[in-house]
């Protein structure tokens, strides 16, 4: 009988989180095998959609900014060893009431760790971004070093690298089950079995039916993104137009992005939890009501931009119950490490994550502060 491939890492999922594990693990001269089920990259889950915001005035929480310095560190390298353009920066303007969640808490972070940005007041706002009209109570934080990601050239960026620094990757080939002793990990899939000393699980939408005793719900949502073509497209071309975030009265946040030439028209888009799917069964093709997500905030704050509609795709989340990342090891299996629970803010960070989990897979720990990611805070 033939004996199963040793590696020293196994990664379950090669989306933008497991091809920058299998990147950073492979560089360091680790024998890694990644196992995606899909295509790599592909439209099926959380990492599409030609475009992902990076901020680094985080109004989630203060903690994560340390993460993101790190992170946009990390994305220089990935330009530089890939020779592409991954990331452009147009600066980030969020708004809302004085008061609201995206003003007041992108205002904390940037006070709290000394970030570059401008608060704005109204007539501020008018002047410099007349695109978008505003209640007169308004207000908005500018901040210059934000702009967007391609998802896309990403994940393929780092699979190739990963793949010629020595990485094993295997498309098409999901992970049927996987068995954790203290000797090693086994890893089922339809082509066969696999032995690793250490297993790690990227999974996206699909980490439920892949952890199934982790003791964590993890729900996933069907989310909508739109392109329009604007009215005056000159007002909304790069480089003159940043990424943007609007506080939403009823829940959430309405966001978008410049024209740019990886896919046409003026991308937007609500942030919220979506209608709950199943991510073997969602419906991707366009619904009636898609349209809805986003038009009223175009019309109410960017009527400029108004105009006749392109295209719509979907993407999913996978909320964790607090909306904030899950990166820490197995509670039960030492051997396991885990990321999850990225709840749609999560693609900007896939850079120091790739680190994160290369560092926890070889050594058990990290010099990166991570601490209030862990499951740790589920346990009371």
């Known amino acids: 009988m033939e004996s199963m491939a040793h590696y020293d890492v196994i990664v379950a999922g090669v989306g933008a989180m ?23 990259p592909h439209h099926l889950g959380s990492s599409t959609g ?21 992170a946009y560190e990390l994305w220089d390298d990935l330009e530089s060893a890939s020779g592409q353009k991954l990331l452009h920066i147009t600066g980030g303007l969020y708004m809302g009431p004085p008061d609201g969640g995206v003003v007041s808490g992108s205002l904390a972070s940037a006070r709290q760790h000394g970030l570059p940005h401008e608060l704005l007041d109204r007539s501020q706002i008018a002047e410099r971004f007349p695109q978008f009209q505003l209640p007169g109570d308004w207000a908005a934080l500018y901040e210059p070093r934000a702009g967007f990601l391609l998802p896309e050239k990403v994940i393929a960026a780092y699979a190739d690298l990963a793949l010629h620094a020595g990485a094993e990757i295997h498309g098409r080939e999901p992970v049927l089950d996987w068995q954790a002793g203290a000797k090693g990990i086994t890893v089922r899939t339809p082509r066969g079995e696999y032995a690793a000393s250490h297993l790690v699980f990227t999974g996206g939408a699909w980490t439920s039916s892949l952890l199934r005793d982790l003791g964590i719900e993890l729900k996933v949502t069907r989310q909508v993104m739109g392109w329009v073509w604007p009215r005056e497209p000159e007002r909304f071309s790069l480089g003159h137009f940043p990424v943007w975030a609007i506080d939403n009265p009823a829940g959430g946040l309405d966001y978008g992005f410049p024209l740019h030439p990886e896919n046409p028209g003026l991308k937007i888009a609500h942030h919220a939890p979506g209608q709950p799917a199943d991510p073997n069964n969602v419906i991707r093709d366009p619904l009636p009501a898609d349209e809805q997500t986003f038009r009223p905030a175009l019309r109410q704050y960017l009527p400029t931009a108004d105009g006749p509609l392109l295209s719509l795709r979907t993407c999913l989340y996978t909320n964790s119950p607090d909306h904030h990342f899950i990166i820490d090891r197995h509670p039960r299996h030492e051997r396991v490490t885990i990321a999850c629970g990225f709840s749609g803010h999560g693609f900007k960070f896939a850079s120091v994550v790739g680190e994160v989990l290369a560092d926890l897979a070889t050594s058990g720990k990290t010099e990166l502060p991570i601490g209030f990611l862990g499951l740790r805070r589920f346990l009371g």
Request: charged share 25%; net charge positive.
């Open 50 to 70: 030609f475009s992902r915001m990076i901020r680094m005035a985080y109004y989630e929480h203060p903690d994560y900014v340390p993460l993101l310095r790190r």
């Open 18 to 40: 497991g091809a920058a594990t299998c990147y950073e693990l492979a560089r360091r001269g680790t024998r890694v095998l990644g196992l995606e089920q899909f295509d790599i």
